[in-house]
């Protein structure tokens, strides 16, 4: 029995531990999304600037193309902004928080009743079986879940602990697994800013060519 107990805890632990991470995960996609965007629509607004206050010297060429990466970056910005607003990252991120905070309080409770076993109070199967369905029910009342890097960070960061000693990636694998979480998120924004880079590097070629 105090073996089940144990078994439920660890699996308490690491579940409220992948959603704190899942959170932060969230919470940080949030606030690089709000950045890249508002950094978009100004480079929007400073592009439509350039193009007004230079009209007589840049070249028809020149014109056509900032006026076209300009409709693009609209776009971008459009396409982003309503992606951003349905995934709802910042209610999903404190729903994952507090789901993680109620399986802490249940692991309080595991432990509880472990020390109790230990001190020779008795237990039966049955409020064992309800302390189960205690656990499922508080993880099944999120509605957003964790997903399996988020799992995979927090074994990674426990590597010590001896439930994962044997499980968990160590040396360049947990360096990867950190990297790999970071950047899960937030991916697809630095492709595009690269992309911006690169089309803003692109506008003296451009120039050359058709001068």
């Not at 609209?74 to 902004?81: M, P, S």
């Not at 992606?83 to 910042?90: D, I, K, P, V, Y």
């Not at 905070?101 to 309800?130: C, M, R, V």
């Not at 800013?193 to 590097?201: G, N």
Request: glycine letters at 2%; hydrophobic letters at 45%.
């Amino acid at each position: 029995m105090e073996t089940y107990l144990k078994k439920l805890a660890t699996q308490a632990w690491q579940t409220a531990g992948a959603r704190y991470n899942a959170a932060r995960r969230l919470r940080q996609r949030e606030l690089f999304s709000t950045i890249s965007l508002a950094m978009f629509s100004a480079l929007s607004i400073a592009i439509a600037s350039l193009q007004l206050v230079y009209s007589d010297e840049l070249s028809k060429c020149m014109i056509q193309y900032l006026t076209a990466f300009s409709i693009s970056l609209g776009l971008l910005i459009l396409t982003f902004t309503l992606m951003e607003w349905g995934s709802s990252n910042s209610t999903r991120a404190a729903e994952l928080h507090s789901n993680a905070e109620n399986i802490n309080s249940f692991q309080s409770k595991i432990w509880l009743s472990i020390s109790q076993l230990k001190d020779g109070f008795p237990h039966t199967w049955a409020e064992i079986e309800t302390l189960r369905s205690e656990y499922e029910d508080i993880k099944q009342s999120c509605s957003a879940n964790h997903s399996p890097l988020d799992h995979k960070l927090f074994v990674s960061n426990h590597r010590k602990a001896p439930e994962f000693s044997s499980k968990a990636p160590h040396g360049w694998r947990h360096l990867l697994t950190k990297f790999s979480w970071y950047f899960s998120s937030v991916w697809y924004y630095i492709i595009f800013w690269f992309a911006i880079a690169a089309a803003i590097l692109s506008a003296p070629i451009i120039s050359g060519t058709c001068s």
